[in-house]
């Protein structure tokens, strides 16, 4: 089954990953990142690891 992720997720996760490659990432922006992975994971009754994992591979490595 493949795992569901929002456009909220995605937009997150694009802003802490620019700021992880600027050397600014913030306690805010992290935290946020991973509320909304642990939201999203309950209300769509998927897994929060493999949420997270597939959220960072489709930001973080699009060309796979």
Request: glycine share 4%; net charge negative; charged share 35%.
């Amino acid at each position: 089954m493949a795992i569901e992720l929002s456009d909220v997720l995605i937009d997150l996760e694009r802003r802490a990953w620019e700021e992880i490659q600027a050397g600014a990432l913030t306690v805010d922006t992290a935290q946020a990142v991973q509320a909304a992975i642990t939201e999203h994971a309950k209300a769509t009754e998927q897994d929060r690891g493999k949420v997270e994992a597939a959220l960072k591979k489709r930001v973080r490595h699009s060309e796979v």
